[in-house]
């Protein structure tokens, strides 16, 4: 029933476009309540710190994603992914509190395509606290709940630019109740050009818990349209935790839609999996994204 009615929203809001046109306020509307319930949700986390009033006012931010993702294996294949993050200053103003269904715990390239990626069930709960050393330094600490277990989190980013090209470097260190020990790292270098840019990831992250390490490779080009549309193409190589090894290509289309915190992309992409034994697998994502807060 779910997919279902996913699917009926996400072919509504495809075929429809001219009738959200006219139905602009009622938009708003719906994007102001969830704001509106967020901030207040956020106002009354952080009164339990203190009673004290600050300058720093409690805020809230995210997104809601809606997807269908036809391909050849499951035409019926649907993602909803969420994310809520509350800033708490009265607990401390690099304090945020983070809700989100989003599988933070493999590692994520930039730009990664997530096509394949089935929809998650799992909600997961963190506190997490982020310090700017400079700007090229960031610490990010987290400890709560994923995958149904207990964890905590140490992660540092690191910046160089050299000449025209930017690269980044982030080892990371989790460890899990159940899963125990889980060090990863990765690596990305940004070549900027006139009119795109280029991006090689690189990840690297061995769980205690699972016998092999997971490893991905993606290299991605870039190209913003206009101020409201984007353009990536990208090769991606992954082998996961179940010893699943795949090769995707895909070309993703990013554009604002009705309004400018809501986005729509289209996802065409041609995937070569080992437990489909290599065979050609191709497919579209379709997705709807509504952004909140500030």
């Known amino acids: 029933m779910k997919k279902i009615l996913l699917l009926v929203l ?169 899963d125990g020990w889980a060090p990863s790292v990765i690596g990305t270098i940004f070549y900027p050009f006139e009119s795109s840019s280029l991006s090689l990831s690189v990840s690297w992250q061995k769980i205690q818990s699972e016998k092999y390490a997971r490893k991905k490779i993606g290299f991605y080009h870039i190209k913003s349209l206009t101020d409201e549309q984007l353009l990536v193409s990208g090769l991606q190589y992954s082998y996961k935790k179940d010893s699943n090894e795949s090769y995707l290509a895909s070309v993703r289309y990013r554009n604002t839609f009705c309004k400018k915190w809501m986005y729509i992309e289209f996802e065409p992409f041609l995937e070569f999996n080992q437990i489909n034994r290599y065979k050609t697998e191709v497919g579209i994502a379709l997705r709807l994204i509504g952004y909140y807060g500030k």
């Open 10 to 178: 996400s072919t509504y809001l495809l075929l429809f476009k001219p009738v959200f046109a006219t139905q602009k306020n009622t938009i708003d509307i719906v994007q102001n309540k969830i704001d509106l319930m967020m901030q207040d949700t956020a106002s009354w986390l952080d009164s339990f710190a203190s009673s004290k009033k600050i300058n720093d006012k409690a805020s809230a931010n995210g997104y809601l994603q809606l997807g269908w993702l036809p391909k050849t294996a499951d035409l019926a294949d649907v993602e909803t992914k969420f994310k809520v993050r509350m800033k708490l200053p009265n607990w401390n103003d690099k304090i945020a509190f983070v809700i989100d269904n989003d599988d933070e715990d493999d590692l994520k390239l930039d730009y990664e395509a997530d096509t394949i990626e089935k929809d998650k069930d799992d909600l997961n709960l963190a506190v997490q606290y982020i310090k700017d050393l400079n700007e090229n330094l960031k610490v990010k600490n987290r400890i709560g709940i994923s995958r149904s277990q207990i964890y905590v989190r140490s992660e540092l980013k690191r910046k160089w630019d050299v000449d025209t090209y930017q690269f980044q470097l982030t080892p990371r260190l989790d460890f899990f109740n159940s």
